[in-house]
């Protein structure tokens, strides 16, 4: 994971890049941040446009600080001022030709500010690309960048971006020069989609992660038996992660008499629901809800844990996971993994190889693969070998680097 990199830019055109993102850094998307500073660090500078700011400030735990400067959108007030301004953003918005109802109109207006806020921002910097993360609101201001700067843009479509952007995301690959996107599930379903009209624009590359960081050292346990066992899992408290599952196979274990503890991190709206289903279960001695934590302390807890656990769901609304990247890190800390045969998840998990998967929906399921483990001490450290293994040799950063070059070169040259 640590040798040097197999391509860089020396060669060819520098690339400057400005990165749409509608937060940065926002705390479940480290793996955007990983990119970042892995492309600066094969020589690329990177611009991020930030449509938000964070509310408060988030501690990085990467051991390499980010060059990239960070631009934020001015106020209204300041684009306005511009007659230049209000020339292109007019000409930007009434030159769509798609439906101009009360709604569509004023997103359309919207991201016509942003952009021509950062525009006006980026008049410095000699930008040879623009990418966004997420077919949302940041891939829309990203073409309209694109326009205004006559250069090329691409984008990385994730999960709820694809799965609940049907009526969008066929527009938006059409736009751009290249689309990335994270998972071989996600790559088959926007083709099956599209038809195959965008298959040679279409890109897989898995999200990279930093073996070599030593936050993601862990110091192997010689059993997961020898002390109370810890359950964690880290999610937001949302219906597609499956969280109300695990919480009633821990339940079902302690009725087995199992001595065992669950640490749940992170917020969302099923917050109340899920403490609620605790108390009235009677299992609120063995679960602790931290909330949202920062990514250190993520980290320390994981490392003192025995098991993680993140049974996703396809929720009612069709939303779902792509590929967590929590369960990457937690393989790399040598803990072994439990999750769902969803989506791109058996992508990384081969079930009773590299992790378990159960069937999502399924408490039972879940208890008996927690159960398998901490009473199969040979099963429960082959799985954490293999699956170390699997990480450092297909989730390698820097293989994903290599790729993510050659296509921002070629998207310069042409």
């Given at each position: 994971?640590?040798?040097?990199?197999?391509?860089?830019?020396?060669n060819?055109?520098?690339?400057?890049?400005?990165?749409?993102?509608?937060?940065?850094?926002?705390?479940?998307?480290?793996?955007?941040?990983?990119?970042?500073?892995?492309?600066?660090k094969?020589?690329?500078?990177?611009?991020?446009?930030?449509?938000?700011?964070n509310?408060?400030?988030?501690?990085?735990?990467?051991?390499?600080?980010?060059?990239?400067?960070?631009?934020?959108?001015?106020?209204?007030?300041?684009i306005?001022?511009?007659?230049?301004?209000?020339?292109?953003?007019?000409?930007?918005?009434?030159?769509?030709?798609?439906a101009?109802?009360?709604?569509?109109?004023?997103?359309?207006?919207?991201?016509?500010?942003?952009?021509?806020?950062?525009?006006?921002?980026?008049?410095?910097f000699?930008i040879?690309?623009?990418?966004a993360?997420?077919?949302?609101?940041?891939?829309?201001?990203?073409?309209?960048?694109?326009?205004?700067?006559?250069?090329?843009?691409?984008?990385?479509?994730?999960?709820?971006?694809?799965?609940?952007?049907?009526?969008?995301?066929?527009g938006?690959?059409?736009?751009?020069?290249?689309?990335?996107?994270c998972?071989?599930?996600?790559?088959?379903?926007?083709?099956?989609?599209?038809e195959?009209?965008?298959?040679?624009?279409?890109?897989?590359?898995?999200?990279?992660?930093?073996?070599?960081?030593?936050?993601?050292?862990h110091?192997?346990?010689?059993?997961?038996?020898?002390?109370?066992?810890?359950?964690?899992?880290?999610?937001?408290?949302?219906?597609?992660?499956?969280?109300?599952?695990?919480?009633?196979?821990?339940?079902?274990?302690?009725?087995?008499?199992?001595?065992?503890?669950?640490?749940?991190?992170?917020?969302?709206?099923?917050?109340?629901?899920?403490?609620?289903?605790?108390?009235?279960?009677?299992?609120?001695?063995?679960?602790?809800?931290?909330?949202?934590?920062?990514?250190?302390?993520?980290?320390?807890?994981?490392?003192?844990?025995?098991?993680?656990?993140?049974?996703?769901?396809?929720?009612?609304?069709?939303?779902?996971?792509?590929?967590?990247?929590?369960?990457?890190?937690?393989?790399?800390?040598?803990?072994?993994?439990?999750?769902?045969?969803?989506s791109?998840?058996p992508?990384l998990?081969?079930?009773?190889?590299?992790?378990?998967?159960?069937?999502?929906?399924?408490?039972?399921?879940?208890?008996?693969?927690?159960?398998?483990?901490?009473?199969?001490?040979?099963?429960?450290?082959?799985?954490i070998?293999?699956?170390?293994?699997k990480?450092?040799?297909?989730?390698?950063i820097?293989?994903?680097?290599?790729?993510?070059?050659?296509?921002?070169?070629?998207?310069?040259?042409?």
């Amino acid at each position: 994971m640590g040798k040097t990199p197999s391509i860089n830019i020396k060669n060819n055109k520098p690339l400057c890049l400005a990165y749409v993102i509608e937060r940065f850094p926002a705390p479940t998307e480290y793996f955007i941040l990983n990119e970042i500073i892995s492309l600066e660090k094969r020589g690329v500078k990177i611009v991020v446009l930030s449509i938000k700011k964070n509310k408060s400030r988030i501690p990085l735990s990467n051991p390499y600080t980010p060059q990239a400067i960070v631009i934020y959108p001015f106020g209204l007030y300041q684009i306005l001022c511009s007659l230049r301004g209000i020339k292109q953003l007019l000409k930007i918005v009434f030159s769509n030709k798609g439906a101009f109802h009360f709604r569509s109109f004023f997103k359309q207006l919207r991201d016509a500010f942003f952009s021509v806020s950062f525009e006006k921002q980026l008049k410095n910097f000699k930008i040879t690309h623009i990418h966004a993360h997420f077919a949302f609101i940041a891939t829309d201001i990203g073409y309209i960048l694109s326009k205004l700067l006559n250069i090329n843009f691409s984008f990385t479509a994730h999960a709820q971006d694809i799965f609940l952007n049907k009526q969008h995301i066929i527009g938006k690959m059409e736009c751009a020069t290249f689309v990335l996107t994270c998972t071989k599930y996600n790559l088959n379903y926007l083709n099956i989609l599209s038809e195959n009209r965008f298959k040679k624009k279409l890109h897989l590359i898995y999200h990279g992660i930093y073996g070599e960081n030593k936050s993601f050292h862990h110091h192997q346990k010689p059993s997961p038996i020898v002390s109370k066992l810890q359950i964690l899992t880290a999610a937001r408290l949302v219906e597609k992660k499956g969280t109300i599952y695990l919480l009633k196979a821990i339940k079902l274990l302690v009725e087995r008499g199992v001595n065992i503890s669950c640490i749940i991190i992170g917020n969302g709206p099923l917050k109340k629901e899920l403490e609620c289903f605790v108390n009235n279960t009677g299992i609120n001695s063995y679960v602790t809800f931290l909330g949202s934590k920062n990514r250190s302390d993520v980290l320390q807890i994981m490392e003192n844990s025995d098991i993680f656990a993140l049974p996703s769901i396809i929720a009612s609304n069709g939303d779902m996971d792509g590929l967590p990247n929590v369960l990457l890190e937690a393989m790399l800390m040598e803990i072994p993994v439990i999750s769902t045969n969803i989506s791109a998840i058996p992508e990384l998990i081969e079930n009773n190889v590299t992790g378990i998967l159960v069937p999502e929906k399924d408490e039972k399921a879940i208890a008996d693969a927690i159960y398998k483990l901490i009473h199969n001490p040979k099963f429960y450290h082959s799985i954490i070998c293999n699956a170390k293994n699997k990480i450092i040799q297909k989730f390698n950063i820097n293989l994903s680097t290599d790729k993510l070059v050659q296509l921002f070169q070629r998207s310069c040259k042409n």
